[in-house]
């Protein structure tokens, strides 16, 4: 027997071995895991089922958005979701869609009623814009006062996209049709900003917490997301 065949069988044994089988399945489950993709098709049933024909619709031209925008640049795939969106929806308050004073809506939600508010636009954005592969640091919900006049302001919610994690964002708001630099938005004053991990409090650097653990509305939607096929 050659020095070779030695070697094969000395390499099976470590293989059979106790420790090896853990090892694989770790593999295997990281494997998993890495494959793991939305079932938009469960989705689009959904939207079919609680909210009737066209929403199935509307869900079904947003999946066609997604096919189409997947190897447009980056600021193309901004201002095609936002206007996708900002076209689409009509903008109501959340008393009159869910008989609630603040609930955050799911995309299934938000395109099955047609309508919704800033957090439902901004919420809608941010799972669009990672569908279409970009990465959740370079995206933040961005919680803000918004002037109404030179005394007064309101809380209002955007969409910030950070070219680079030290950049100025582009802004994406239900508010105005175009994607702007936050430069040229005056009218807001950043409050606190999170994304999937992070958040931050005004222009801090750090982020201060877990996002799911202070706030209660977005862990609610991200395991609704979940649930309607939209994340893994």
Request: glycine share 8%; hydrophobic share 40%; proline share 5%.
């Amino acid at each position: 027997m050659t020095a070779a065949s030695h070697g094969s069988r000395r390499l099976a044994r470590r293989r059979s071995g106790p420790g090896w089988r853990p090892a694989l399945l770790a593999l295997l489950l990281t494997l998993g895991a890495s494959f793991a993709a939305p079932d938009l098709d469960k989705t689009q049933a959904l939207a079919l089922q609680r909210y009737g024909a066209r929403a199935a619709d509307t869900v079904q031209a947003w999946r066609r958005l997604i096919e189409e925008s997947r190897a447009l640049p980056d600021t193309e795939k901004l201002d095609k979701v936002n206007a996708f969106f900002n076209r689409r929806m009509l903008f109501e308050d959340d008393i009159v869609v869910w008989q609630q004073q603040d609930y955050w809506a799911s995309p299934l939600e938000f395109m099955g009623r047609g309508t919704g508010d800033c957090e439902d636009y901004s919420i809608a954005k941010y799972l669009t814009l990672q569908l279409l592969g970009i990465a959740d640091e370079r995206l933040r919900l961005i919680y803000v006062r918004a002037k109404t006049g030179s005394t007064t302001s309101v809380a209002h919610m955007v969409l910030g996209f950070f070219p680079q994690p030290t950049d100025e964002p582009l802004i994406l708001d239900n508010l105005i049709s175009s994607v702007r630099p936050a430069s040229m938005r005056g009218d807001l004053m950043p409050v606190y900003s999170f994304n999937g991990a992070g958040l931050w409090v005004g222009g801090a650097t750090t982020s201060l917490a877990d996002p799911t653990t202070r706030l209660s509305r977005w862990r609610d939607v991200l395991e609704r997301m979940r649930q309607e096929g939209l994340t893994p």
